[in-house]
């Protein structure tokens, strides 16, 4: 049987040194997503940390806690080094007016953002069990000005600032009423809790200047070096 305190308290100890692991041992690497699940959830609550919402990642199809000090505001300078195999996606991130019930969620506003993944261990994960434990590769999501839900699809883009993008089009409505679903298998979110929704279209490298748009919602920017 899987070790579930341990395996939290080897990653809890790599996000506290920010020093990186090797691959979870034969006892501690999660044999279940409801294992991995557990442990995700251990490390926060190991670190005395709350989360304050969910991050789904679609590109990896993975989702985790999403922490409130990972959020940062666009502009915000970043160094390199936080980002270990960084990867960089568009997201958006939507805040519950409501607690989640059993319908569409209700969203108070929505924020343009860049989602920057990392990793925990000294090689990236590739497996959904590993990459579920690891936070689902939580590194910090950096957030434009929030305003109302787009009624209608929105083209997204993202790439080096100042170089426009065709992007792609999401009809938000379908992805935040997808990724409530997953929040419910989680055990549901309270009103104020962030969904967040990465990996939106194709992902870059987390490096330079990175500008995530957005139709109709705005855009959100970082400086990585």
């Known amino acids: 049987m899987t070790d579930i305190e341990g395996a939290a308290r080897w990653l809890a100890e790599a996000v506290e040194t920010g020093n990186p692991l090797a691959a979870l041992p034969e006892g501690l690497a999660p044999a279940s997503l409801a294992e991995a699940e557990e442990i995700a959830a251990a490390v926060l609550e190991s670190l005395r940390i709350t989360p304050c919402g969910l991050r789904v990642l679609r590109g990896l199809d993975v989702a985790g806690p999403m922490v409130?000090?990972?959020?940062?505001?666009?502009?915000?300078?970043?160094?390199?080094g936080m980002l270990r195999h960084g990867v960089a996606s568009a997201a958006v991130v939507g805040v519950l007016a409501e607690a989640l019930g059993e319908g569409p969620p209700v969203l108070a506003r929505v924020h343009p953002a860049i989602d920057l993944s990392s990793t925990r261990f000294t090689e990236a994960p590739t497996e959904r069990l590993a990459l579920t434990a690891d936070l689902a590769r939580l590194g910090l999501v950096v957030a434009g000005?929030?305003?109302?839900?787009?009624?209608?699809?929105?083209?997204?883009?993202?790439?080096p600032a100042g170089h426009r993008r065709r992007?792609?089009?999401?009809?938000?409505?379908?992805?935040?009423a997808e990724a409530a679903e997953v929040a419910r298998g989680w055990g549901g979110l309270p009103a104020g809790a962030l969904l967040v929704v990465a990996g939106l279209g194709d992902a870059v490298p987390a490096s330079g200047a990175?500008?995530?748009s957005i139709s109709g919602l705005g855009a959100a920017e970082a400086v990585i070096a």
Not at 68 to 80: D, F, K, Q, T, Y
């Open 68 to 80: 409130e000090g990972r959020l940062v505001p666009s502009g915000s300078p970043i160094a390199a």
């Open 210 to 212: 990175l500008r995530v």
């Open 145 to 159: 000005r929030g305003r109302a839900m787009p009624e209608a699809p929105v083209r997204v883009a993202i790439g």
């Open 167 to 176: 992007g792609e089009v999401f009809d938000f409505a379908a992805l935040f």
